[in-house]
């Protein structure tokens, strides 16, 4: 397994709005392509305005391939569309586990 962490740092007007579109106009899609979510954070210290989340892949191979058919989705366009105005910085990082970590 690996897991992706991408954090989105929003304009402050726009993080509430950026949630609520997120919950109700998004995450049903986002699930039917890229699958396990592992966790959906929003930051109560550091750089506020800013949500983490983590997604569990097999590996590269599947990740590419779930990010692609999201991205080859109208629905997935349509969406990224509204609320990527909102984004001012994005970042991720592919994280692969220790031999001892509890997520494998």
């Known amino acids: 397994m690996i897991y992706e962490e991408r954090c989105y740092t929003l304009q402050p007007a726009h993080f509430r709005r950026f949630l609520a579109v997120f919950e109700a106009e998004g995450l049903d899609m986002i699930l039917e392509h890229l699958g396990q979510l592992v966790g959906y954070f929003a ?20 990740r590419e391939q ?6 080859n989705d109208p629905r997935w366009q349509a969406y990224a569309e509204k609320v990527m105005p909102w984004i001012v910085h994005m970042e991720s990082r592919l994280l692969k586990p220790t031999r001892f970590s509890p997520l494998q």
């Open 66 to 71: 779930r990010r692609n058919a999201l991205w």
């Open 43 to 62: 930051t109560e210290t550091g750089t506020l305005n800013t949500v983490v989340h983590i997604w569990a892949y097999e590996d590269l191979a599947d």
